[in-house]
Each structure stands twice: as structure tokens, then as C-alpha cells.
């Protein structure tokens, strides 16, 4: 059972415009949301997250979205470059990210046109 | 310190046979773990430690698989008796106690065949 989703298995944007990748989580009990960025034969990169308590995170091009209720949280990227083609995961966990296993969704692959 | 470290990159074994994998954290760090990721999934969490402590286990950690991690320093993961399902990338992380300070590894990549 998938406790966090990313329906998109890819998104294609074109350099310049605005990249929204999508997540969904099942587990009420999660309360730090974190993004990752992974390259092809590197390991994960952390790019962003957020806790339960604020609803939105921004940090430069990035910015993520927490909406409790619909349990769905967003990653935009604005504006999109060639570089930020990667794999993201959405990541979640418990007891404010201190217990330190998360759980991962399957990934949504950007493609980044120039 | 470069970051976190694995060794080997890539791991090629008959079914059947034993493999060890070693991660070398970033030096300060208090937490490893160990994660696998295969084709089309997210990686999924297998075990952890907080200095030589090994504190969490998953389910998928089955009784062929074992974690050390002497003196709070690097880590081994060992698979005996190897599967085809077992082929997967490897990947290990360390961070200083929060999810946020997660740093990982470029993993090791193990083919069963």
C-alpha cells in the first residue's frame, strides 16, 4: 500500500516556464514533507521540505505547497532550466522528520525542453 | 569530507552467494541508514542507526540480510545467500538526526544473476 503517491511518472515543461509536481499521502499521521532531486547513478539530493504546521516553503526557483486537508502537497519550480531535468521524490515521515525513515514516493521524471 | 561514500559503485554475483557492501558516512554525522531502491520506485527504507546502535529495522529487511556499523563509523550491509529479487540499488544516507540534513551516497548497484 502506497502511503505516498506521485501519480505523474513525467512532466515535460519548456525552459522558462513553471514545473508543478504533484504528491498525495494516505498516512494522517505525517508531519514533514521533504523533496528530493536524483540524477541519473547519483544518490538523492535534498532540495526542500515542510513541516505540517506552515502551508507553504519557499526557497529561490523552489516552493512547496501543503494542503493538510486534501493531503497533497505541491513542488513548484519557477523559472523551469535545462538542469533541473532529474527524477523528484516526495518524502514523508513522522514525529517531524527526528525519527529519520522516510517514506518515498515513486518519482516523477522532469524533462526541462530548452 | 566529500560526503557519503559507497563502495563498491557496482556489484555483479551468482545467485547464492554472499555480497557486503560498505558505506563510509559523512564523518560527523550520528545517523546511517540504508535504503534500496529498484526500477520505478522510490527507495524504501531497510534499516538504521544512530551511532553503533541500530535502532529501526524494516520488514523488508529479511534474515539474509544484516547491518553493522562498529564504533559508529562506516557501515557494512550484508546479503547472504542472494536472490534475483534481491537486485536492487543499495543506497545508504547519514545525517546529523533530522530527515532535513539527509545526505546520500551515489549507491551500490547489485545485479543477481
Known amino acids: 500500500d502506497q502511503q505516498v503517491k506521485q501519480n505523474s511518472p513525467s512532466l515535460s515543461v519548456q525552459e522558462g516556464r513553471i514545473s508543478i509536481l504533484n504528491c498525495d499521502y494516505t498516512?494522517?499521521?505525517?508531519?514533514?514533507f521533504l523533496w528530493y532531486k536524483k540524477y541519473p547513478a547519483e544518490g538523492p539530493t535534498f532540495l526542500i521540505s515542510?513541516?505540517?504546521?506552515?502551508d507553504k516553503n519557499e526557497d529561490g526557483r523552489f516552493t512547496v505547497f501543503l494542503n493538510k486537508s486534501a493531503k497533497h502537497l505541491s513542488l513548484h519550480i519557477v523559472p523551469s532550466q535545462p538542469g533541473d531535468s532529474a527524477v523528484y521524490f516526495c518524502a514523508a515521515s513522522v514525529d517531524g522528520g527526528s525519527q529519520g525513515n522516510l517514506i518515498f514516493g515513486k518519482g516523477t521524471k522532469l524533462s526541462v525542453k530548452p | 569530507d566529500t560526503g557519503v561514500s559507497q563502495n563498491p559503485r557496482h556489484k555483479i554475483t551468482k545467485r547464492g552467494q554472499n555480497v557486503t557492501f560498505r558505506c563510509d558516512p559523512i564523518?560527523?554525522?550520528?545517523?546511517l541508514y540504508w535504503y534500496r531502491q529498484t526500477l520505478g520506485q522510490g527507495p524504501e527504507f531497510l534499516t538504521y542507526?544512530?551511532?553503533?546502535?541500530?535502532?529501526?529495522k524494516s520488514r523488508l529487511l529479511s534474515d539474509r540480510f544484516s547491518a553493522e556499523r562498529p564504533k559508529g563509523s562506516f557501515s557494512t550491509l550484508e546479503i547472504q545467500r542472494t536472490e534475483q529479487g534481491d537486485s536492487a540499488m543499495y543506497l545508504c544516507?547519514?545525517?546529523?538526526?533530522?530527515?532535513?540534513?539527509?545526505?546520500f551516497g551515489s549507491g551500490t548497484r547489485l545485479t543477481v544473476v
Open positions: 498516512n494522517s499521521m505525517f508531519d514533514y
Open positions: 542507526f544512530q551511532n553503533e546502535a541500530q535502532l529501526e
Open positions: 544516507a547519514s545525517s546529523l538526526g533530522t530527515a532535513k540534513g539527509y545526505t
Open positions: 515542510i513541516s505540517s504546521i506552515k
Open positions: 564523518s560527523e554525522h550520528n545517523r
